[in-house]
T-cell receptor, first 115, second 114 residues
Framework: GENVEQHPSTLSVQEGDSAVIKCTYSDSASNYFPWYKQELGKGPQLIIDIRSNVGEKKDQRIAVTLNKTAKHFSLHITETQPEDSAVYFCAAREVGSGANSKLTFGKGITLSVRP | DAGVIQSPRHEVTEMGQEVTLRCKPISGHNSLFWYRQTMMRGLELLIY????????DSGMPEDRFSAKMPNASFSTLKIQPSEPRDSAVYFC????????????FGPGTRLTVL
């Protein structure tokens, strides 16, 4: 099955700086890669996703890049703010028959933005 | 929309007791997922349903765990008997259909087994 790894497990940045979080996956057939943000006491929320037919996607201060050859994808957050502090999970979708596809999540990275 | 609803939000029980966690997916969604989150293992998929039918339960730890989805608006995850190592946060998520990818998570149930 798919194996998704995130590195590092924690990241601390100064407010206003950029943060980059990287994930690797093992199954070259995976074709969908979402990023979820989890705030304290809440469930994960989708913040951005990318499909394997594109290399980059942006949404305001966040962007995701995908390198299919190297089997890694990264989350980029620019102009970080204290409210960006959270746990971020990456995931990869195992290819299945549409409705039977499932996500495999990384273990998460804790991002701390220092005021 | 109220989003995915889970109950209870917190559960404290003693080893050996039966625990039932409940989930109401977003109305109209036909896929439902149960996850367990721990510090050591992260977010693990336990089981998921499409149109109320269990598709993949390979993540269910052992026979003490069971899940049901009697109708499109309700699912339960039961642990019987519970053990201290079952302590975790359990999330339910729903997805609108086969051609969509986004899963919407509930707030989770924090289970503590003493």
């Amino acid at each position: 099955g798919e194996n998704v790894e995130q590195h590092p497990s924690t990241l601390s940045v100064q407010e206003g700086d950029s943060a980059v979080i990287k994930c690797t996956y093992s199954d070259s057939a995976s074709n969908y890669f979402p990023w979820y943000k989890q705030e304290l006491g809440k469930g994960p929320q989708l913040i951005i996703d990318i499909r394997s037919n594109v290399g980059e996607k942006k949404d305001q201060r966040i962007a995701v890049t995908l390198n299919k050859t190297a089997k890694h994808f990264s989350l980029h957050i620019t102009e970080t703010q204290p409210e960006d502090s959270a746990v971020y999970f990456c995931a990869a979708r195992e290819v299945g028959s549409g409705a039977n596809s499932k996500l495999t999540f990384g273990k998460g990275i804790t991002l701390s933005v220092r005021p | 929309d109220a989003g995915v609803i889970q109950s209870p939000r917190h559960e404290v029980t003693e080893m050996g007791q039966e625990v039932t966690l409940r989930c109401k997916p977003i109305s109209g969604h036909n896929s439902l997922f149960w996850y367990r989150q721990t510090m050591m293992r992260g977010l693990e998929l336990l089981i998921y349903f499409n149109n109320n039918v269990p598709i993949d339960d390979s993540g269910m730890p052992e026979d003490r765990f069971s899940a049901k989805m009697p109708n499109a608006s309700f699912s339960t995850l039961k642990i019987q008997p519970s053990e201290p190592r079952d302590s975790a946060v359990y999330f339910c998520a729903s997805r609108s259909g086969a051609r969509t990818d986004t899963q919407y998570f509930g707030p989770g149930t924090r289970l503590t087994v003493l």
